[in-house]
């Protein structure tokens, strides 16, 4: 089964720890210390549209991109309530196309992380530096090696009235890969549960090929920061932020 096909429906439930509004309040203070205005906004891996449709409630025009029909539908029953929507569009990252340039990025909740091999986040880079307008900022976060490579082992319990999703995780030192194997139960009108099944991958990137990637891509200024914060990252950190500028 594809990735987010059967937990798309359960993924805003399951994640309701997110921190959303906090995400789209720190984005919205980058904006407005970017080095040109920023009016439209490029979100990639959109997933179910949460922060696309902040972001569009706050008065900038979105493009939500995400490689999920699953996902995309979520986001499209979500943008139907607001007066002007995100333009959702059914692309894979390395595929992005818009019809023109954008004042700003944003990939939130380690989207990039499921691009596992350099020639995909690579790809993708280009594509979103070749979309970005002069003085343009991408701004992303990543989970780090360290908080990948603690969760070997681990298994992780999440639930809501409807659904109950266990997740096992397994981190590979060889290919820097780790793999999330979901099961998600979900309850039908009828009383009994259903069970699926998921697997997923996100690799661990390290600073040094994230600078590297960024710098052949063609960005530069690039900065890491703490989950949230404008610190300099901790040893221990679980996500980085990084910006990235188009000069």
């Not at 994640?15 to 906004?41: C, G, H, N, Q, W």
């Not at 890969?177 to 979901?182: D, E, L, N």
Request: net charge neutral.
């Amino acid at each position: 089964m594809s990735r987010y096909q059967a937990l798309a429906g359960s993924y805003d439930g399951l994640m309701a720890d997110a921190a959303y509004r906090r995400r789209a309040d720190f984005l919205e203070r980058r904006f407005r210390k970017s080095p040109i205005p920023v009016r439209t906004v490029l979100d990639l891996g959109c997933g179910t549209g949460t922060i696309a449709c902040l972001l569009a409630e706050r008065g900038y025009q979105v493009i939500a991109v995400d490689g999920s029909q699953e996902m995309l539908t979520e986001a499209a029953n979500k943008a139907a309530e607001l007066e002007h929507p995100p333009l959702l569009l059914c692309q894979r990252m390395q595929r992005l196309r818009l019809l023109e340039p954008v004042d700003a990025a944003v990939s939130t909740l380690d989207s990039l992380n499921y691009l596992t091999t350099e020639r995909a986040l690579g790809e993708t880079l280009r594509r979103v530096f070749r979309w970005l307008k002069p003085g343009g900022q991408f701004w992303f976060d990543v989970n780090t090696p360290h908080k990948l490579r603690r969760m070997d082992g681990q298994v992780y319990l999440d639930e809501t009235e409807e659904s109950f999703c266990a997740w096992r995780t397994f981190f590979s030192e060889r290919t820097q890969v780790c793999t999330y194997q979901v099961d998600l139960f979900r309850l039908r009108p009828d009383g009994a549960w259903e069970r699926t099944f998921e697997e997923h991958r996100e690799r661990a990137w390290t600073e040094e090929q994230l600078r590297r990637l960024l710098a052949e891509a063609g960005f530069s200024n690039v900065a890491f920061i703490g989950d949230l914060t404008l610190r300099p990252p901790q040893a221990d950190e679980d996500r980085w932020i990084v910006r990235a500028e188009k000069k």
